[in-house]
Nanobody
Framework: QVQLMESGGGLVQAGGSLRLSCVAS????????MGWYRQAPGKLRELVAS???????NYADSVKGRFTISRDNARDTLYLQMNALKPEDTAVYYC????????WGQGTQVTVSS
C-alpha cells in the first residue's frame, strides 16, 4: 500500500517561490514515474509536471519555465520548485503517478496573493 504525504505549501505573494515535497512510502519509488497535480476550487484536478525514473520531465504549458520537478530516489521524495508564482497557481497540490494509481494524499495548499 503506497502512502503519499505532501508538504511545503503556504501563502506567498505573487512573484514569490515555494518548494513542495512528497514522500512516498511503501513503494518502489525509484522505479516509477511520478507527477504533481493541482486542484483549484471548482476545477478538475490537473497534472502540471511529471518525471520518469531516469529524470526526464514534462510540464503543462501553464507552468513551463516557472516550475521544476525533481526527485531524490534515495529518500523516496519528489519535489516541485515553484518560482514566479501567480494568483492562478492557487490550488491544493498533490503527488501521484502520472496515470494515478495510488490513493491520494491530503495535499498541500498553495495560496498566491496578488
Amino acid at each position: 500500500q503506497v502512502q503519499l504525504m505532501e508538504s511545503g505549501g503556504g501563502l506567498v505573494q505573487a512573484g514569490g517561490s515555494l518548494r513542495l515535497s512528497c514522500v512516498a512510502s511503501g513503494s518502489a519509488f525509484s522505479m516509477n514515474s511520478m507527477g504533481w497535480y493541482r486542484q483549484a476550487p471548482g476545477k478538475l484536478r490537473e497534472l502540471v509536471a511529471s518525471i520518469t525514473p531516469g529524470g526526464s520531465t514534462n510540464y503543462a504549458d501553464s507552468v513551463k519555465g516557472r516550475f521544476t520537478i525533481s526527485r531524490d530516489n534515495a529518500r523516496d521524495t519528489l519535489y516541485l520548485q515553484m518560482n514566479a508564482l501567480k494568483p492562478e497557481d492557487t490550488a491544493v497540490y498533490y503527488c501521484n503517478h502520472p496515470t494515478p494509481r495510488y490513493s491520494w494524499g491530503q495535499g498541500t495548499q498553495v495560496t498566491v496573493s496578488s
